[in-house]
Every structure is written in structure tokens, then in C-alpha cells.
């Protein structure tokens, strides 16, 4: 019984074999029905993915949130430019290099960016990280009730039963006045680290039966020092581990209204639903391996790389066997090398350059010099491999991906924490996309699809074969 045995309570005297033959009946006769030629969507001129022939992204919106850019388009033709992302107008290098340089911690100062559109002076920063911190404590018994009980093999899956679960924490859920959004968009990015760190002991606990070690966070620190807090058994990390970490909450908070994750939250604020099942939504979406799951992607072919070439430095042995990757003999089966290539930067991917730069150090310092030094050899040999097996002549650069596993890796987060940790960051963008979509936009999301089916008559069931 390959899919209803685990999933299913038989009675006494029912037949499982049956019901399983039975079952299977009914797929092969769907099968035909989830199928559409290729061809249709062309002659229908159906933008799949909702992108452009020449790949550029359909226009569905308008934001001042964040803007991603990585080419140009002139009279027609699509060139490649260096690649840019923009909080709220300003770039992210200018804020990573701010708060680097000033060895503070940045991930709050973006929030209250993206959330009131403007860099908060000193006395308005502090006076939001004192909310964050009042916000960050769980409602009462909500570990209890809601993390501990039930608990799933995916963390992700977890943390939308988790926000879901909030609503009914709240007094005021389904109002969509701007103020009580924003009470609820702070809420939420004060307590979804704690969520998923709190999610992933529960799961320790439950399927690989290790000890449950539950934390608190701790008031007066930073979201960064407090996720490394509650997700380790110890509590402890340092403070360049606590200042790598917020460098990729930083990274990660926003990324434009056309990404998968982000558009779907727009698309359920669109329709006037609350701000829990919006998010939720979103969350949703960033699992998916095509979206925020690509980073565990990247280190299952990364390992795999390591095991199967024998001398990574060696580049034509290493580019032989990213070919095999290429060419389906390789990886996951699907012909793609992640980390690499993105549907918006053509260049460079900004996001890549900042964490490449600022991980350096640590990445020798820890002992991961040789695995960073590999990822540089994907990265470098990739472009030219992928165009001249797919006989292209297109620009190809490394995506956010290639380095952030490599990233948690070396900060000890484990993988069943990669993109559950996207989400931490990601959810300030989501809930300042809702707030501007239920405010400006003022209609629901509803494009077209064409239906090919066949018109049919209606038959008795007594005739049908």
C-alpha cells in the first residue's frame, strides 16, 4: 500500500488490499486529466510563470517596498546589469556596510524600516527594540498547546500551524485597519524566531529522541543572539556568530513584490483576509524547493560533489562531473546545478556578493576554507558550462543560495533549520507587502486562465461505462 497504509485508520474486517486496488484505479483513470500540451500555452499566449519570452517578470503590481533589479530592458532588448536590491530606496550594501562597520546589530533597524518607511533615529530604535522585546514573549501555554502538541516532521509546516494558531491569541484578528496590521506584523516578527527555534527542540525531542531543551528568549537582546539562544541547547555563541547571523536575517527580509513567497501574501491580502492567514500563506511558498527550500538543494549537491570528486581544486575534473549534474547522470535527476542563475539578477546577485564578502573570514577561521573555496569553483566554472551545454550566450551568476547554506553550516544551524530561518527574516517583507497591498491596491487578484476541456453532455450514471 504505497500511499493510503500510513495515512489511513482501517476498521476491522475492512480489506486494505481493496482499498488500495481501489484507489489506485481511480489515479490511473485522473492521470489523463492533469495534463496540458505545451503547445496550448503558447497559442493561448499564456505567460507561465508569469514571466515574459525573454524572461523578464509580468507586471502585476506596483510597491515602495523593495525593488530587485538586474537588467535593463531597451526598445525591446534585455541587457544585463549589476545586479541591486533596495530597501524602501536604499541599497542593501550601504545598510550592510553601515552596520557592519559599526559592529551593531542591523535586522531591527531594517524592520522598522520596511514597516514605517524611514531609518529610525537612536531614540525611536530603542524605543521599537523595547516593543520587540514586550512582543517576543508566547502567549500563555502557547508552547504547550500549539509547538509541543502534534508535533511535524516539517518545521515549515509547523510554523504556518503556529502563525494560523496566533489568531486565536488575538482580541482583535480579523480588523484591517493599517494600526492593528502593524500590531500584528510586530507581534509576529517578534515571535515567529522563537516559534521555529522552540519548533525544532519539540522535534529533536519527538523523532530522533533527544533531550528537550526549551528556552526563553532573553529581553535587551538582539533577534539574531536570541534565535542562536533558544535554538541551542547550551545557549551559547559569540558574538561574530551572533553578528554573521543577523547579516542574513538583513539579507533575507525583503526581496520585491514579485517573489513567489511575497506575491502570494499580496495575492490572500488582496482578498481581504487576515493578516495570520496571509502569512501563513507565505510561508507556504517560501518551502518550496523551486523558492526558500533551494539552500537545502544547494548542500545536498554540495555534499554530493564533495563524495563523488576526488580533487575539487582540480577544475576539469570538477567541471566534469558539474556536467553530470547537467545532464541528468547527476544530483537530484533534475539538470539543475542551485545556487546558480536567478530569475531577476544577471550579473551578480547582491545578496550573494554581501554574504560571500562578509563570511570570508570566518569560513577559514572555522575550518570551512576548503568548502568555500569549492562553492567559488561553482560558481566560476557554472556559466560557461550551462551555456555551451544548453547552446546559450546568456550572463549567469551565483544566487543568495550557493552561500547561505554554507553560511548556517559553519554558524552550526542544522538543515532542518535552513529555511525555516528564511522565514524568520522574510516575514518582515511579507507583512509590509500586505500592509501597502490592503491599503493601495483595493481589488482582489483575479487573472484569467483558459479552460481547454471539451464541452460535454451530461449522462446518466446507469450509462456510463
Request: proline letters at 4%; charged letters at 25%.
Amino acid at each position: 500500500m504505497a500511499y493510503l497504509d500510513k495515512n489511513i485508520t482501517l476498521l476491522p474486517g475492512e480489506d486494505a488490499a481493496r482499498i488500495e486496488k481501489q484507489y489506485d484505479s481511480l489515479l490511473t483513470t485522473s492521470r489523463s486529466y492533469y495534463t496540458i500540451p505545451r503547445t496550448a500555452f503558447d497559442s493561448y499566449r499564456v505567460k507561465r510563470g508569469l514571466r515574459e519570452a525573454d524572461g523578464t517578470g509580468v507586471m502585476a503590481g506596483v510597491t515602495r517596498v523593495g525593488s530587485a533589479h538586474g537588467y535593463v530592458v531597451s526598445e525591446g532588448d534585455k541587457y544585463p546589469v549589476e545586479g541591486v536590491l533596495e530597501y524602501r530606496g536604499y541599497d542593501l550594501r550601504d545598510l550592510i556596510n553601515n552596520f557592519m562597520s559599526e559592529n551593531r546589530f542591523g535586522f531591527e533597524e531594517t524592520t522598522f524600516l520596511l514597516f514605517f518607511g524611514h531609518l529610525p533615529t537612536a531614540d525611536e530604535l530603542a524605543e521599537f527594540n523595547e516593543l520587540l522585546t514586550v512582543m517576543r514573549r508566547l502567549p500563555p501555554r502557547f508552547t504547550e498547546d500549539i509547538i509541543m502538541k502534534a508535533p511535524s516532521r516539517s518545521i515549515m509546516n509547523k510554523l504556518q500551524s503556529a502563525v494560523l494558531a496566533l489568531y486565536a491569541y488575538d482580541d482583535n484578528p480579523d480588523e484591517v485597519t493599517l494600526d492593528n496590521m502593524l500590531r500584528q506584523s510586530i507581534e509576529i516578527v517578534a515571535r515567529l524566531p522563537v516559534i521555529a527555534a522552540q519548533s525544532y527542540a519539540v522535534y529533536r525531542n519527538a523523532f530522533y529522541h533527544k533531550s528537550l531543551n526549551l528556552h526563553n528568549p532573553h529581553d535587551n537582546l538582539s533577534t539574531a543572539e536570541n534565535f542562536l539562544r533558544v535554538l541551542r541547547s547550551d545557549k551559547k555563541y559569540t558574538e561574530a556568530e551572533a553578528h554573521l547571523l543577523d547579516l542574513c536575517l538583513v539579507i533575507h527580509a525583503e526581496h520585491g513584490g514579485g517573489n513567489c513567497s511575497t506575491f502570494t501574501t499580496r495575492v490572500l491580502s488582496s482578498s481581504g483576509t487576515d493578516t495570520y492567514s496571509a502569512i501563513s500563506g507565505g510561508i507556504g511558498a517560501l518551502k518550496g524547493p523551486r523558492h526558500g527550500g533551494a539552500n537545502l538543494k544547494v548542500q545536498e549537491m554540495f555534499d554530493e560533489i564533495k563524495a563523488n570528486v576526488q580533487n575539487p581544486r582540480n577544475d576539469d575534473e570538477l567541471a566534469s562531473y558539474l556536467l553530470k549534474i547537467l545532464r541528468k547522470e547527476a544530483g537530484d535527476g533534475s539538470g539543475l546545478i542551485y545556487g546558480m542563475g536567478h530569475a531577476v539578477y544577471t550579473k551578480s546577485d547582491p545578496r550573494a556578493v554581501l554574504l560571500k564578502h562578509f563570511a570570508r573570514q570566518q569560513a577559514y577561521e572555522k575550518g570551512y576554507g576548503d568548502d568555500f573555496d569549492l562553492l567559488e569553483s561553482i560558481e566560476r566554472l557554472t556559466p560557461d558550462l550551462f551555456c555551451a551545454f544548453k547552446g546559450l550566450s546568456q550572463e549567469m551568476c551565483a544566487n543568495v543560495d550557493l552561500y547561505s547554506g554554507l553560511v548556517y553550516r559553519m554558524l552550526g544551524i542544522p538543515t532542518e533549520m535552513y529555511t525555516p530561518l528564511f522565514t524568520v527574516a522574510r516575514v518582515t517583507g511579507w507583512c509590509a507587502h500586505r500592509m501597502e497591498e490592503y491599503m493601495t491596491a483595493g481589488k482582489i487578484m483575479r487573472p484569467a486562465f483558459k479552460c481547454i476541456a471539451k464541452s460535454r453532455k451530461f449522462e446518466p450514471i446507469a450509462d456510463r461505462s
